[in-house]
């Protein structure tokens, strides 16, 4: 079992393997221990593990809820995520933008964010926080002990989309008027 801080100075005991934060390898975060045994009640026999994938997943959710958010992550990672939204069978990544940190009762979310262009970023932020933290505890039964949010751009009005109405994005989709 590994320890790691959450928070605050506020430690939590993880079990499984990798890194808490934006990493490859899973890593799991077990809810309490659970009883063994026919004498115990069969709410309590057992474990349950959440896969750090799991609260990502919720917390990018939740945040794309929020009307105002026009779309998640910095500049590098939305291209990217915008060439593998267009391969032919690829899932958009809702993970996308959101870094956590998982403890034993504890989880920390970061997120990275575009606004759409007239949106107060302070109540858009405040919305996304709320959001994100009812859905996370909701869910997942973990303590959001903070959402920090970045917002890397604002969308204009008069910015295209990543693509063009053929879905290419290279500019030579026809436009109808």
Known sequence: MA?????????????GTGPARGGSAEHTTTLGGGATGPGEPAATRGRTSIADAVVVKVAGTAAREVPGVRDMGGGLSRT????????????????????????????AV???????????????AREV?????????RITGLEVVEVNITVHDVRLPDEEDDEDEDGRGDGSGSRVA
């Open 3 to 15: 320890t790691q801080e959450v928070s605050g100075g506020k430690k939590g005991t993880a079990t």
């Open 80 to 107: 990217f995520g915008a060439v593998r939204d267009r391969v032919p069978g690829g899932r958009p990544d809702v993970g996308r933008g959101v870094k956590v940190e998982v403890g034993e009762r504890q989880a």
């Open 110 to 124: 970061d997120l990275g964010l575009v606004a759409e262009y007239g949106v107060p970023i302070a109540g858009l």
């Open 129 to 137: 926080r709320e959001n994100v933290v009812d859905a996370v505890e």
